[in-house]
C-alpha cells in the first residue's frame, strides 16, 4: 500500500498552481489536507504524476468578511471553522457542521476546500453548503467565475473544474437574523461518513426556503417544492418519493427520518446563535 | 468470595501493573516492522483478483526477472497440510504461491521484491496473470450442492468434514409440548489485531541458521511448521516473536508468506520483509466466524429443556489451515452448544464446507460466540413461547451448584462454579430503574428490551481433547524454565508468547508469590524458540493455567534448592527454612536470595557437599489434574434501545458477571473482559465481511468494514464470582476469550425484547440498520396482509 513515485511542489501563488496545472495537462493533482487523496495514492486507486501542495497557500488560507457573506478559503480547515478561528457567517451552524466531520485529527488537516473538490457523496460540506446556497469560487489562467456549490458538484466524486483551474473558497452568504436552519445526519459510529442526512433552511425575509438530502451516491439533492416541506404541507416521505422513485426501502426511510429530524431542529431552534 | 479490598499488593491476586506497559505506553515496544537489517529486501505480493480460476499463463516482464518469484520457483518446497484425524476428513494442500489454481481471492500468486515496498509493489503492477474463470463457491448453503465446480478437483462434494452425533433424542422429545424452530446465521468477519501479520527471515551462515522474526502467537508451532515446508532440521531454524500487537487467533498460524519469506532468505542470502498491509488484512484475510444453523428447542410445559437438534454449516474457506484445520470450528459447534445447560436428549449435524473464501481460523472464542448466539436465542424463543422470563428458563434449566462438577451431554467436564449465582447477581445488577425510567418517556419511535447470555469457556484444555482431532498439533506438558541469576534475580523462560495477555506479569507474580522474590527482579522471556522450552503457544485462554502451572512447578523445585543451600549457611535444617521478602529464613537467623544465588555461581566452596549439582536453575513440566480443561463461565446482561426510524441499536447499559476462578490479576481479568466485550459488541452489531456472487470481498477498507468503537460502548461493569478450579494450580481459569463470546446472544436477545411486541425477530448478526428496517417492515406487511 505505498503510491508510484510522484513529484511535489509548493507553487508561491495561485497563478504559480494554474501555470502548473497547465503544463501537466491533467497528470498533476491538487493537495491540500490529504484526507482522502493521501489513501487514496495509498492505495493505488489514483495515481499521479504530480502533486501541487496549497495546503500553505496564503489566497486560499484567507478569510473574508464582507457585508452580505463571507469568502472562506478553501485552504481553511474543518478545525478552524469548528473552533471559531474563521468567521462563521451562519454565526454557529457552520461551526456546529465542522465539529462533527470525521474525527478531530481528520479536521485538524482537512479542508473545506479539499471535501468540496474530492465530492464524497457523503461529506458534510456538499449537503451544507448546498443548502446554505453557497457559491465556489473558482481561478481559471485568465478569468475567474463564481457558481452555486449545486452546480460545482457535478457527481459522486466530480467537481466543475477544468483541468487548469483551482478552488479559491466558497462565499457563503450570511443568513437573516430570523432564518432558521437544521441540519441533520445519520451515521451509526461517531467519525463516519453519513447514510443519511439532511438540511432544512428557510429565510423568510431574503425569501429563501431549501431542502436537501444527501449520501444518496450522487451529489445533494434539492428537493422541489421546499417551502410545503418546511410548513408541513408536504411530508418527507412524499417529497422523497417524488424525486427518487426507485430507492430501497431501507435507504428511504433513513432519508425521510433524516428530513422530519433536520425540521424538527430548524422549528425548535430559532436564530442564528441562539 | 474475595474482598477486593484484602487484594494485596503483589504476588497472586495483587493487581499489579503491568510491567511490560512501560515501554508500550512509551512507543518503546519493538514489533517486526520496528527491525531494520542492512540490505533488507521488501516483499509484496501479487495476490489472486479472482475467487476460483484456473491459471493459464503468469508473465514475468523484461528486466526483472530476478526480482519475481512464483510457484515453479520454489524448488523442495512443500504446501501448507493441515491433516484433521476425525475420520472421513478431505485433505488440502494449501500453496505457497498458487500454481494452476486460485481458491480465493488475495491467494498469493506471484512474488515480487525489492529495496523497499513502493519499489516492489512497482513490479507487481507489471505482472500479468492470465486467468480462466470458474464459477465461484461463495455460499456455504449451497455449496455441497451436485453440480457444483469443485475446490479441490479429487474431492466429491465440497467439503472438508461431515459429522453426526445423537444421543437419546427420540425419547427425550416425547413429552416436548413447547417446539421452537430457528435460523441463525453470523458474518464472516475479519479479525483486526493493531498490528498486522509480519515476518522478517535471514539466514545466518555462521550459525547455520535460518532466523524467523514474526508476528507470531505460537513461535514453536511456526518453527516445526517451517521445517515441514522447507525440509530444514528444526535445529537450524529460531523462531522470535518479539512484541506481538495483538493476535485474538489471526496469528495462531502457519502462513504461507512465512514460508517463502523463509525459503527467499536462503535463496538470496539477504534479510527479507513482509510486512501486511491494511489492504492485504482485508481482502484476504476475512477468515472468520461465518456460521449457518437450524436448531431446534424442545420443552416441556414447565419449561424443562427436554432436547435440543441443530444442523450447522461453518464456511471453512479454501483450504485446512495449520494447526489447527479446517474442522475445529465445526467440531465445536457439535461439542459445546449444549453448554451448561441439562437436557436428556441431543443431536447435532455438523458440515465444513469448502467455499473459494480465506481458510477459516479460530477467532477469540472460536465457535463459541456463535455457538452461544445460536443457543441463548433458542433459550428465549422458548421463554418467549413458554410465557417465561428468559432469566426463569435459564435458572430452571442451568446445572445447579451442587451438581458440580458436572459431565454434560456432550461429555464435557465442567470442574465448578455456581451459574445460576451468576444470572442472579447479572440481573440485579443491571439497571432496570433506567430501563423502566426510559420506557415511560420513550418516545413512539423507540423501543428498550432486556437481553441476557450465559456460557462457558473451556480453557486449557489438553491431550485428551485435542488427540481426539488428530491435528497437527496436541497440547501435552508445559514447561518452564527458570533460573536464578548470580545477582538474585529471576529468568522466568516459557514457550507461550505475550501479546496482549499481560504474560510478563502474571507469570511473574506466580513466580514472586513461591519464590518471595519481586516482581521487578523478575524477568519473564518468551516468544523465541532459541530460549524457551517447547510449547504449543499462546491459544485456547490456556496461558495462565498452562504456563502459570508450569511457573509454579518449577517455583516450587527452585524454593527447594535454594532453601537447602539456605539451610546449610544458616546452619539449620531445610525444613525450618521460609522464604519471605526476597530472603531465606530461619528460627533466628536469614540471608538474601541474592546472597544464595552469589553462593552458588561465585562462591561455590559456601556450599554445602551434597548441594543439588543442578543448581538453582530448573525446568519442570505441568499438567492439571484433569486435561479437560477449566471452565470459565459468564452471564452477560444488557440494555439496549432501538430506533424504529432508522434501525439502529444503543447500548444503554452493560453487566458481565464473571467466575475466572481465582484471579492472579484482577486488574488483567478485567482488561481481558473489556477488550473482549468490545470485540464480541462489534460482531453483534458492526463486523460484516459481504462477499459477491462471484466471491469478492466488498469491504477493503476499514470505511467498509466496521470495528467497534471507543463512542459505541457503554461503561461496562463487571462483577467477580471466584470459584476456583479444582483441577489448576490456584484455582485460576482461563478467561481469555470469554468477554468476545457473550454479547451478540445478549445484545440480539434484548433486541428481540424491545421488538417483540412488534411481532418482529432478529436471528443474523451483524444487527445492522438495514437488517432492522427491513425486518420491521415485513413484519408490517405480515399484518397488512
Known sequence: ?274 | MKDPKSYRSNGIGASVKRLEDDRYLRGRGKFVGDIRLPGMLEIAFVRSPLAHANIKNIHKPEGVEESVFICEDLISVSGIKADSGLPGFKSSVQPILASKKVRHVGEPVVACVAKNRAAAEDIADSIHIEFEELPAIHDMKTAMDAGNPLIHESWDKNCFLETNVETNFDEAIISASSIVKRTFQTARQCMAPMEGRAVVAQWDDQLSQLTVHSATQMPHIVRTGLSECLGLEEGKIRVVAPDVGGGFGYKGILLAEEVFAGWLAMKTGRPVRWLEDRREHLTSGANCREHHYEVVGYADSTGQLLAVSCEAIVDSGAYSIYPFSACLEAAQVASILPGPYKMLGYKCKTYSVATNKPPILPYRGVARTGVCFAMELIMDALARDLDMSPKDIRIKNLVKKHEMPFINITNKHFDSGDYCEAVERASTAIDFDKLRVRKQNCNANEKLGFGLSIFCEQGAHGTSVYRGYGIPMVPGFEQSNLRLTPDGGLEVRVGVQSHGQGLETTLAQIASQELSIEESKIKVVHGDTAYTPYSTGTWGSRCIVMAGGAVSAASEVLAKRIKKIAAHLLQASPEEIILKDGKAQGKNNEIAISDIAHAWYRQPHLLPEDVDPRGLEVTEGYKTVRDTGTFSYACHAVIVSVDLELGNVKILDYVVVEDAGTMINPMVVDGQVLGGVAQGVGTALFEEMPFDTAGQPMASTLADYHLPVASDLPPIQIIHMETPSPISRYGQKGIGESGAIGPPAAIANAVNDALAPLGVEINQIPITPSRVLKALSSAKMGLNS
Request: hydrophobic content about 40%; aromatic content about 6%; charged content about 20%.
Open chain 1, 1 to 274: 500500500m505505498k503510491p508510484v513515485s510522484f513529484d511535489y511542489s509548493v507553487p508561491e501563488n495561485s497563478l504559480a498552481v494554474v501555470e502548473h496545472l497547465k503544463n501537466a495537462q491533467g497528470t498533476a493533482k491538487i493537495v491540500a489536507g490529504n484526507q482522502s487523496l493521501g489513501p487514496m495514492l495509498n492505495l493505488r486507486l489514483v495515481r499521479t504524476n504530480a502533486l501541487i501542495d496549497v495546503g500553505l497557500l496564503a489566497e486560499v488560507r484567507k478569510c473574508v468578511v464582507n457585508q452580505d457573506n463571507v469568502f472562506i478559503g478553501a485552504g481553511i480547515t474543518h478545525a478552524e471553522i469548528e473552533d471559531g478561528d474563521v468567521q462563521d457567517p451562519t454565526n454557529g451552524w457552520m461551526r456546529e457542521a465542522a465539529g462533527n466531520i470525521a474525527y478531530r485529527a481528520v479536521r485538524s488537516r482537512g479542508t473545506i476546500g479539499g471535501s468540496l473538490c474530492h465530492a464524497d457523496p457523503a461529506a458534510d460540506w456538499l449537503i451544507v453548503l448546498t443548502g446554505l446556497k453557497a457559491f465556489a469560487i473558482v481561478q481559471g489562467l485568465s478569468s475567474n467565475r463564481k457558481l452555486p456549490v449545486e452546480n460545482f458538484i457535478t457527481g459522486p466524486f466530480t467537481n466543475d473544474l477544468k483541468e487548469d483551474e483551482i478552488l479559491m473558497g466558497v462565499e457563503v452568504p450570511k443568513p437573516s437574523a430570523t432564518a432558521k436552519w437544521g441540519y441533520w445526519k445519520f451515521m451509526r459510529q461517531v467519525g463516519e461518513f453519513a447514510k443519511a442526512s439532511a438540511v432544512i433552511y428557510h429565510d423568510e425575509h431574503k425569501q429563501i426556503t431549501r431542502c436537501a438530502i444527501g449520501a444518496l451516491g450522487r451529489q445533494p439533492l434539492l428537493l422541489h417544492n421546499p417551502e410545503k416541506i418546511f410548513d408541513g404541507t408536504l411530508t418527507p416521505a412524499n417529497a422523497i418519493k417524488e424525486s427518487l422513485p426507485d430507492r430501497d426501502f431501507a435507504e428511504m426511510t433513513m432519508h425521510v427520518t433524516a428530513i422530519e429530524r433536520a425540521l424538527s431542529i430548524a422549528r425548535n431552534r430559532s436564530e442564528p446563535g441562539k
